[in-house]
């Protein structure tokens, strides 16, 4: 049976996450519509945890284009494989949050393509990956991106999610920045807004050529035990 350690930094994701949840979930309950409530809930976590992100401010955090590369890529090949998996199960639109739709463009990639990603890496990868890292980094990663991906309720999306999770945080501990895990989620997040997926998705000469280049620099990347990230 795993022990888990419930230390200070996982005593902190769970009071944060809760009062993050809070706030967006009273912001939905009084009538704000679409992401409005994610942009909100998200900004108020950033506030209350500026400390943290002053320490981080100090670390260094080079942008490598290798980086950026590698998630372009993996993004492809994750959001082809959820889209399939949602043709397949017949469920509801899995890129963009039906909630987006009551909301402007602009806010919508506010929310989720910055603040969201921002908040979600002070949480998780920040508080309950380092809480958890007395376990060995490996089952941290393991546990929190899981953690990560239940937290999106919804099954797709949860494991698409999960294996974004262990993305960030080879990411974090490799670079020892939030920079680092917050510049691949604003990557791969504002990508989904993009018709660059729709567009490939609709010829399927192009899908398979982005498909053979994506799985070849990923596993180039892997091939490397990350060294071009």
């Given at each position: 049976m795993v022990k888990i350690t419930v230390n200070e930094d996982v005593k902190r994701f769970l009071i944060y996450y809760t009062i993050y949840r809070i706030c967006g979930q009273l912001c939905s309950l009084i009538g704000i519509p679409g992401l409005y409530p994610n942009l909100i809930s998200g900004l108020c976590l950033i506030l209350l945890c500026s400390p943290f992100l002053a320490k981080d401010q100090k670390k260094g955090f080079i942008v490598r284009r290798e980086l950026i590369l590698?998630?372009?890529?993996f993004f492809f090949l994750t959001q082809y494989i959820s889209v399939y998996l949602t043709d397949i199960f017949h469920n509801s639109k899995f890129i963009m949050n039906q909630e987006a739709e009551k909301?402007?463009?602009?806010v919508n990639a506010a929310a989720a393509g910055i603040v969201g990603p921002a908040a979600e890496e002070l949480l998780f990868?920040?508080?309950?990956y380092e809480g958890l890292k007395p376990m060995g980094k490996v089952k941290s990663s393991l546990i929190s991106s899981v953690i990560f991906g239940l937290c999106h309720r919804q099954v797709i999306q949860g494991?698409?999610?999960?294996?974004?999770g262990n993305v960030f945080c080879f990411v974090y501990e490799k670079h020892q920045s939030l920079k680092a895990p917050f510049l691949v989620h604003m990557i791969s997040n504002l990508l989904s807004f993009s018709p660059i997926l729709w567009i490939s998705l609709n010829h399927v000469c192009f899908t398979v050529c982005i498909t053979f280049i994506s799985a070849w620099i990923v596993c180039l990347a892997i091939k490397k035990k990350g060294e071009c990230l």
């Amino acid at each position: 049976m795993v022990k888990i350690t419930v230390n200070e930094d996982v005593k902190r994701f769970l009071i944060y996450y809760t009062i993050y949840r809070i706030c967006g979930q009273l912001c939905s309950l009084i009538g704000i519509p679409g992401l409005y409530p994610n942009l909100i809930s998200g900004l108020c976590l950033i506030l209350l945890c500026s400390p943290f992100l002053a320490k981080d401010q100090k670390k260094g955090f080079i942008v490598r284009r290798e980086l950026i590369l590698f998630t372009i890529s993996f993004f492809f090949l994750t959001q082809y494989i959820s889209v399939y998996l949602t043709d397949i199960f017949h469920n509801s639109k899995f890129i963009m949050n039906q909630e987006a739709e009551k909301s402007p463009i602009l806010v919508n990639a506010a929310a989720a393509g910055i603040v969201g990603p921002a908040a979600e890496e002070l949480l998780f990868r920040r508080f309950l990956y380092e809480g958890l890292k007395p376990m060995g980094k490996v089952k941290s990663s393991l546990i929190s991106s899981v953690i990560f991906g239940l937290c999106h309720r919804q099954v797709i999306q949860g494991i698409y999610a999960s294996l974004w999770g262990n993305v960030f945080c080879f990411v974090y501990e490799k670079h020892q920045s939030l920079k680092a895990p917050f510049l691949v989620h604003m990557i791969s997040n504002l990508l989904s807004f993009s018709p660059i997926l729709w567009i490939s998705l609709n010829h399927v000469c192009f899908t398979v050529c982005i498909t053979f280049i994506s799985a070849w620099i990923v596993c180039l990347a892997i091939k490397k035990k990350g060294e071009c990230l």
